[in-house]
């Protein structure tokens, strides 16, 4: 790879813990820093920026930022009910872990009508001065998510699921949905150029958009193409032009869809384990970065654990199409034995030994 020659050799003084990151939202396994070359956060950035990082990243390398007014207003709450600024009332769930909307209570049945029921917020006016003390922890990758999205979740918690999903497809609606969908992604770039204003330490963004169930998605290719390629690429656009990365957290079985984020320009995909994720990378590996996940593996046996991280490096992390370890790869971020593997084969894959 093009300047590869001039990075350091691999010292085994780097794989000396000096701290360990909390796992996210405080639910899930630590995991340990190890005394890296360069900082986790220059080395996922590279992922996708040059597509020459320095050793495989994981989920564990970002740092998940968001702000009081757009958690209050447009997400989804965490361990509380809510409603949102579009009245949309969300439950929390806590054997699932998230909210929900009741459903059966529609803001709205009829896209046409979205007008008479719903006004998109003035972004500008928010108060994200607030917030703006709280920046990303410098040593990762700073991320802001946009839970809910823009297009059919936010449709779904409008319209309820059965509502939308025909709006998609009803001749009568579509016109009204595709005005939802521009009015709702001209918000999302205000709320864009708000964040990298107040939050200059974010080097990406997260949109979430669920496509898909267990076994297929919700939608054709050909609505996927003309109901949300449009406004999924200006908000690509515009991310990019402000010179971060954009990723997808989209669930659901979306082998068949995958072509569409990576025609969106879509830098990475959260995906779910029902996909086929070696056909996918692939295929489609140089274009976007995929969150991966190892083959299964006996955590209690460490030459189990470390031959699966191998495998997964020699797999995943090719030069100029590496993937990362995503956030469901369960154990493999606990496993210490996995994780030290992980780093001291990557790192030496990449600088081509």
């Known amino acids: 790879m093009k300047g590869i ?14 701290d360990h990151k909390p796992g996210f939202m405080g639910m899930g396994p630590e995991t340990p820093l190890f005394s890296t070359p360069v900082s986790y956060r220059e080395n996922l950035n590279a992922h ?6 320095w ?22 709450p965490f361990l509380h009910d809510s409603v949102d600024v ?20 529609p803001i709205f049945e009829d896209a046409n009508e979205w007008k008479d029921h719903i006004t998109i917020p003035d972004v500008d006016s928010w108060n994200w001065e607030q917030d703006a003390g709280h920046q990303p922890d410098p040593r990762f990758s700073g991320v802001f998510t946009f839970v809910n999205g823009f297009w059919f979740e936010r449709l779904i918690s409008l319209m309820d699921f059965d509502n939308a999903a025909i709006a ?23 709320l864009v150029d708000k ?23 919700f939608f054709s290719d050909d609505v996927a193409r003309e109901m949300f390629l449009p406004y ?14 954009i990723t997808i957290h989209s669930c659901g079985s979306l082998d068949e869809r995958v072509h569409i984020f990576v025609e969106a320009g879509l830098d990475g995909w959260e995906m779910m384990n029902m996909n086929h994720i070696r056909e996918l990378y692939t295929e489609f590996g140089e274009q976007m970065v995929f969150q991966a996940w190892p083959l299964d593996f006996d955590e209690n046996d460490e030459a189990a654990a470390r031959a699966s991280a ?39 894959k990449y600088l081509g030994l």
Request: proline residues 6%; aromatic residues 14%; glycine residues 10%.
């Open 5 to 18: 020659k001039r990075r350091p050799s691999f010292s085994p003084r780097e794989l000396l813990i000096g």
């Open 48 to 53: 996708y920026f040059s597509k020459e990082p």
């Open 55 to 76: 050793f495989a990243a994981t989920f564990a390398d970002t740092d998940g930022i968001t702000s009081t007014e757009y958690n209050e207003k447009l997400s989804r």
């Open 86 to 105: 579009f009245g949309v009332p969300w439950h929390w769930v806590e054997s699932a872990g998230g909210s929900i909307t009741p459903g059966g209570n």
């Open 168 to 190: 998609l497809v009803d001749p009568e609606q579509q016109d009204a949905v595709r005005e939802i969908f521009g009015a709702m992604t001209d918000m999302a770039l205000k």
């Open 195 to 217: 964040i990298c204003e107040y939050f200059p330490g974010i080097d990406g963004f997260c949109v979430h958009d669920d496509w898909g169930a267990q076994r297929a998605p």
């Open 232 to 245: 999924m690429k200006d908000l690509v656009d515009h991310v990019h032009a402000k010179g971060r990365y």
């Open 310 to 348: 191998r495998e997964f490096v020699d797999f995943f992390c090719k030069p100029g199409k590496p993937a990362m370890l995503g956030y469901n790869a369960g154990k493999a971020l606990s496993c210490e034995a996995f994780t030290r593997e992980l780093y001291e084969y990557s790192r030496k």
